[in-house]
């Protein structure tokens, strides 16, 4: 089994991911609704964890409130669509938009202090959110209830409204998402959040404007936050203040450490355990929770880098030269 | 001006609540760079026990009266001393070379399974305090400012409580050894100072302290659910971060000013904004003085 684990992890990165995509493209073959709405529910939080492993993976920022990016683009194209009838095709990018402007102003007054200081503030940030939305801010956000009877995404006369459809809109999501971000790491921009990573005074003694690039990467994984709000309520189109809330955060954080921070196959497995598994377990009802933390737990003790740790973390964490291997 | 100062009285009193669990947050950060997520939870516990501890007072047919909290409060301390070094031990320790993301999720699991045990232990619906246990009355001080005998009593107990731990840390042995620790463990084990001893020390004080609070707010407010350890823990967490990570005397004056904070501006903006004007305090506080009121205590880990 770890023989099989290890050559898997071995294959050249072009094999499996092709692999990977045509299995998520046959699935709906063999699922029912019930089990493809779990993985699509899984294919959202992977959206969430695609943009903190940037923040978190890839430029080392604590951010504990991606939840509340999440709730931001959902509300936004909801309001936009009940409210002046605009189509959630539209409203997508003023959500991801927003949204990415709202991580900036969140991210980039504090970028400079300790890093635990960030994940506080992210963390009051999504409470402020979910306040403002429990409290009906403006009239427009329905309170406690929510929102109900938002349109579904609809393209050139197409309209996403079965379980199937979505799903393979959530896999096309996640597989341009992966192209982006792994060519994202591969960049300029994403070397220097290696290196504003590991070390921030030596990558600001090498010219790298270590500020900006940080905002960077919270801008574009707020964004991405966004984007799969934007697809839930677009699906779901039932929405309340509650997928704002921090626990929602926490899963997305755990996602990205428990797979392997940075790592992005470290992702889909980390969804699957985070989200997949608890959804199968729902019979063990109250003690869910309980048995996710004590997971948690056990699974930073006994493998701290995560499920699949990122190879050129696991470099930098051996010392070796990259590329060495 | 009446309502004025009725409203920071009512702050004081849970400002020194949000002190006790301040207090636990800013040592356990002191000594090791981490947030703990699991004492919002360590301190709804103590609610819990503490409910538990009068009930079975009842059940054994016990006398009753406010005299049996006494008891009852240092059988909690104890319990969730034991607890927190418990936690420390099983959750903490072992990844204590791993880096700053694995203790954050280890933190996080714990607390998701204290949660759980108290809703799967005590049920989801609201736990109420016995009426004996409560002391009624109060005193009109000027006007139509009055203030709970209650009140006092509990403020009288959390200050005391945050005396002596003030007068621990700096005029012992073992609190100078604390507060060397804070600042580097390598040259602190040099001295000759058990480092994993102090350590354990302070997560045997933290939810001593946290617990005690858990205690006397659920008295305070009568009742409580298993979602107490949450709320009341992030903003004693930023109390802790507004007199300055690390700092003792910071965490105390953080509470007060955060309950005075909060309390005015449920009194005069409106309740439901409560919570809210308690983060914007955070985000003010973190970009007009990013170390606190009183000036961070920690070592800069290079």
Partial sequence: MRDLFL????????????????????????????????????????????GLTIIVGYAGLFQLGQAAFYAIGAYTVAILNLYLGVPIILGLPIAVILAGALGYLVSRPILHLRGDYLAIVTIAFGEIVRMLLVNNVFGVTGGANGLSGIAQLSLFGFTFDSIVKNYYLVVACVALTIIGVQRLENSRLGRAWTYVREDELAAEAMGVDTVHVKAVAFVLGSALASLAGVLYASRITVISPDIGRFLESVIVFCIV??????????????????????ELFRFVKDWRDGLVGLAMVLMMIFRPAGLWPSRRVALELSGAEEGET | ????????????????????????????????????????DLFMWGAYLGWAGLSLVALLGLKQGVWALIPVVILVMATLALLGALIERAAYRPLRSA??????????????????????????????????????????VVGGVT???????????????????????????????????????DTARLMGIDVNRIITLVFLIGPALGGAAGLMVAVRYGSFDFTLGWTFGLKAFIAAILGGIGNIPGAMLGGMILGAVESLGAGYISPQWKDVIAYVLLVVILLARPTGLLGERVAEKL
């Fill in chain 2, 99 to 140: 880096g700053r993301l694995p203790p954050i999720v280890s933190a996080l699991g714990a607390a998701f399974i204290l949660e759980s045990l108290a809703r799967n232990i005590f049920g989801a619906s609201y736990k109420t305090y016995p009426g004996w246990a409560e002391v009624t009355g109060s005193i009109t």
């Fill in chain 1, 7 to 50: 050559r898997v992890r071995r294959l050249p990165g072009r094999y499996v991911s092709p692999a990977f995509l045509v299995a998520a493209l046959l699935l709906p073959v063999a699922l029912d609704n019930y089990l493809l709405a779990v993985l699509w529910q899984a294919g959202i939080y992977i959206l969430m964890a695609l």
């Fill in chain 2, 1 to 40: 001006m009446e309502l004025f100062v009725q409203n920071i009285i009512n702050g004081l009193t849970i400002g020194a609540f949000y002190a006790l669990v301040a207090l636990g947050y800013t040592m356990v950060y002191g000594v090791l760079k981490l947030i703990n997520f699991a004492h919002g």
């Fill in chain 1, 257 to 278: 450490v428990l797979g392997g921070t940075g790592s992005l196959p470290g992702v889909f497995l980390g969804a699957f355990g985070m989200v997949v598994l608890p």
């Fill in chain 2, 147 to 185: 203030v709970g005998v209650m009140q006092i009593i509990a403020l009288i107990a959390s200050l005391l409580l945050m005396a002596i731990l003030y007068l621990f840390v700096n005029y012992t042995q073992v609190g100078t050894a604390m507060r060397a620790v804070s600042l580097d463990h």
